[in-house]
């Protein structure tokens, strides 16, 4: 990968972490998110990994808060 595109991801927010993660990333279980992906969560793919933006992830339980 071009490491000029990588760091334009990064300055411009790329968030995304690996769902085996989660724990670590958003003390979350990956069972919560695989939930939350159910209700309508986005999740990526690359291969047999599945990644969560951060910030959607946010913008989802806000969501789910106020409804």
């Known amino acids: 990968m071009n490491a000029s ?5 990064q300055q411009a927010g790329f968030d995304l972490f690996r769902l085996s993660k989660s724990k670590d990333a ?13 209700a309508g969560l986005p999740s990526y793919r690359r ?9 959607e992830l946010r913008q989802f339980i ?5 409804a």
């Open 47 to 55: 291969g047999k990994t599945v990644f969560v933006s951060r910030d």
């Open 26 to 38: 958003v003390d979350l279980s990956p069972n919560t998110l695989r939930a939350y992906f159910k």
């Open 5 to 9: 595109i990588f760091n334009s991801h």
């Open 62 to 66: 806000t969501a789910k808060a106020a």
